[in-house]
């Protein structure tokens, strides 16, 4: 028998997740024109709303679509398939690494939906300093981002739980 208490983080923030990522995308779609631009903080943030057609920093943007689609969704479903694992094997002494994990696990699916429906994700958040850009991202991307920083600070303070 599954224990669904020991799955409320995973499940609380992963939905949390998706329906920010969602909402702020189809907001975005709407809203603004592909390609184009809103400033919110000249010289340092812009709303741009961009298609990502590959991964991380666009990534394989150049394959065909199938190739891509395909590529994306085996890796991420692994991705997801690992994710969940350690969730479950997370003990509930360690809640912020469970909720890492869930961060983590939200985004993939968040990204997911995108490739599904559209076959390519939608950015949109644009941080810059003159004409140095950082790639733009999403919700998605910003939870899995956070996810994987809490990650890396447990298992680099060794603060990774012994057993379950």
């Keep these: 028998m599954i224990n669904m208490g020991k799955y409320k983080i995973l499940i609380i923030v992963s939905f949390i997740v998706v329906l920010f990522d969602q909402v702020s995308k189809a907001v975005i779609v709407k809203l603004i024109t592909p390609y184009s631009s809103v400033a919110v903080i000249p010289g340092v943030f812009n709303i741009t709303h961009i ?5 991380a920093f666009g ?13 994306f969704l085996v890796v991420s479903t692994i991705a997801m398939g690992f994710i969940f694992y350690f969730y479950k094997n997370t003990p509930k002494t360690h809640p912020i690494l469970a909720s890492g994990f869930a961060l983590i696990f939200g985004g ?7 490739r599904i429906r559209l076959g390519t994700v939608v ?26 920083a809490i990650f890396l600070f447990h298992l680099i303070l060794k603060k990774m739980p012994l057993e379950s």
């Design 51 to 55: 298609y990502n057609p590959g991964g």
């Design 123 to 148: 950015d949109f958040l644009d941080f810059y300093i003159k004409d140095l850009h950082w790639p733009a991202f999403n919700i998605a991307d910003s939870a899995i981002s956070i996810g994987m």
């Design 108 to 114: 993939a699916i968040g990204n997911m939906i995108d």
């Design 59 to 71: 990534f394989m943007s150049g394959q065909s679509l199938l190739v891509r689609t395909l590529l």
